[in-house]
């Protein structure tokens, strides 16, 4: 018997006040410890220093032989007038701690850089994390046409020296007599027409020297964005609030020439928004030589192929596409009640154009309707589209999984689950993740997975594998969210325990991805290199437009405390049936995440 909402309200209100009653107590407790002095900020001691040359994290099996390319996996990529090599050895610089050592965060300058390549700033990382960090260095490529300044016509160099640093924050309080173990933080000051590119820490209120690191000429650079807060301090840890963030390239996707150089950026009153002091590099080699080829991208298929892994209640599984068609899908266009059947490659489709709503595709009707929408594991395969990634230093492998239906949603409510009768369900049903691969050295870095309306990155070392290199997928029940480890996520509140449920286990339902795939498309090989599919061309609806009836949801989840549930998914709210894989948003560009 369905709960009434009035049912579910209550149920609501009950748990929003115990977990509010439970914030106060917490906030009570932690203004007790600051009282009395049980949490602050300091310093460590330079006679109590982590290794100088921390251990790196490895996958699981050494990396294969790849087949012959041009510059992929070769150790370092060439950007036009530079060339950037991936450097991991460190030297420990400095750390800051709270008493629990595992939130600090360690600051390392980069060590053992090859000759004629100069550092660019340092790099940190939080110590509750393996280590597996790099920062490029680069070098000057000599090349016949050197820029010149216009009006002096002197050649001017893509790499030189700082003018000055200006110190930007230190732990230091100003004392002269505790500056053993304090950390100071500098932005090197560019030449005019130049941009730096990371900072400098040292444990000494001493400037370091201006040959210590080099600047780039703007030209070669690209706006960058603060991305992750790696630290935090804030004011009752210091007199100065102040922040250390990882960056990335504001303009990225498959047509963004930024390149991340892994260094970090830092200030004590940043306004989001606000263009950093900083950039990053910018890859100006129009071929992106370090980009795989076709064997090169075959060979990584078949070494990092994650096993997607369907809960073993799964009732709505995946297709191939053209099981899809061969049994029974039709293609709908507006004003006519009658379908037509589609060609099994999908070349009787219309391709180009714009979603206008003027066609769609549907389950066929009678008795192979039910059939269709439990989709045929056998055939089903995983669709693949691979492009650059932060400048083609980095390749993007999505891959594309299609489900004939999704299934209704599953409401959590604190322990008690309502179902949502229809409401989340949909026809064509097309859910991805995505591997990204360093160009470097051909190392899979981490996954993206897309769950709904969003995703998350994960890296190397939390995913879980299966063989070797082979990390596991896990698609949700109904919803087909793809997630990194078996379990209960909760998209909606997960503090309040209120949201969809997304069951993930491991089953006899599976889909091998390193062996059952397809490539359909890599477009920065060039034309006809790899054959799109007619259907990939369909730019309008996978399924028809569903409204639903959400009179049955709480009024909560509705009105006025939406902003406690922005995260719910849109489809229960009502959705037009879904768009195929070239009409999303991260096709061209990157992963919401």
Not at 126 to 140: C, I, K, W
Not at 201 to 206: A, E, F, G, L
Not at 327 to 341: E, H
Not at 495 to 511: C, E, P, W, Y
Request: proline letters at 7%; aromatic letters at 12%.
């Amino acid at each position: 018997m369905m709960p009434t909402i009035l049912e579910i309200i209550v149920v609501v209100v009950i748990i929003i006040i115990i977990i509010k009653s439970f914030r106060l107590q917490s906030l009570l407790l932690r203004s007790k410890q600051e009282m009395f002095g049980c949490q602050r900020f300091y310093r460590k001691r330079t006679d109590q220093l982590a290794p100088s040359e921390p251990q790196t994290f490895s996958l699981r099996a050494p990396l294969p032989p790849w087949p012959q390319g041009q510059g992929f996996a070769l150790g370092k990529i060439n950007l036009g007038e530079l060339e950037a090599v991936k450097v991991s050895r460190f030297k420990f610089i400095w750390s800051s701690n709270t008493q629990d050592e595992k939130k600090g965060v360690t600051f390392y300058k980069p060590i053992g850089i090859p000759d004629g390549f100069y550092s660019l700033g340092y790099y940190c990382q939080s110590n509750d994390q393996p280590f597996r960090g790099f920062v490029l260095v680069a070098r000057e490529i000599p090349s016949k046409s050197e820029s010149t300044h216009i009006s002096t016509g002197i050649a001017s160099p893509a790499l030189r020296e700082p003018v000055d640093y200006t110190l930007v924050w230190s732990s230091n309080d100003g004392s002269e007599e505790r500056l053993q173990g304090c950390g100071f933080f500098w932005l090197p000051q560019p030449p005019e027409g130049y941009k730096s590119i990371g900072y400098l820490v040292t444990c000494s209120p001493k400037k370091p020297k201006l040959d210590k690191v080099r600047c780039v000429r703007a030209d070669l650079t690209e706006r960058c964005e603060n991305y992750q807060v790696i630290l935090d301090v804030g004011t009752r840890f210091s007199e100065f609030p102040f922040q250390v963030w990882s960056t990335r390239p504001s303009h990225r996707g498959m047509l963004g020439r930024g390149v991340s150089v892994w260094t970090f950026s830092c200030n004590s009153c940043w306004v989001p928004g606000q263009e950093l002091p900083i950039a990053c590099l910018k890859n100006l080699d129009p071929t992106l030589h370090a980009m795989p080829n076709c064997d090169q991208i075959h060979a990584l298929i078949n070494h990092y192929g994650p096993t997607v892994f369907f809960h073993p209640d799964e009732i709505y599984m995946p297709s191939s596409v053209s099981w899809f068609f061969e049994n029974g899908a039709l293609l709908f266009r507006k004003g006519d009640s009658v379908g037509q059947s589609i060609d099994v490659d999908g070349s009787n489709l219309p391709s180009g154009g714009r979603n206008d709503g003027k066609f769609w595709i549907d389950l066929p009707s009678g008795d192979r309707k039910n059939s269709v929408k439990s989709g045929n594991l056998g055939s089903a395969k995983l669709y693949v589209h691979v492009k650059p990634a932060l400048g083609g230093t980095f390749t993007d492998i999505a891959m594309w999984i299609f489900c004939p239906f999704n299934g209704p949603a599953t409401l959590k409510v604190g322990v008690m689950n309502y179902s949502l009768g229809k409401i989340g369900q949909h026809v064509g049903d097309w859910e991805h993740f995505t591997l990204r691969i360093c160009n470097f050295t051909g190392e899979l870095w981490s996954i993206y997975f897309s769950q709904h309306s969003g995703g998350v990155w994960v890296n190397a070392y939390d995913l879980e594998y299966i063989q070797g290199n082979k990390a596991i997928v896990y698609s949700s029940k109904n919803g087909h969210a793809t997630f990194p480890h078996p379990g209960t996520y909760i998209q909606g509140s997960g503090k309040l325990g209120l949201g969809i449920r997304n069951d993930v286990a491991r089953s006899n339902f599976f889909v091998d991805s390193s062996t059952r795939y397809e490539l359909v498309a890599a477009e920065y090989l060039g034309d006809g290199v790899v054959s799109e599919p007619g259907w990939l061309q369909f730019m309008r609806k996978w399924g028809p437009t569903i409204v639903y009836d959400v009179s049955i949801l709480p009024l909560v989840l509705r009105y006025s405390m939406a902003n406690i549930f922005i995260k719910l998914p849109v489809e229960l709210y009502g959705e037009e049936g879904p768009t195929g894989p070239k009409e999303k948003n991260n096709w061209v560009g990157d992963e919401r995440g």
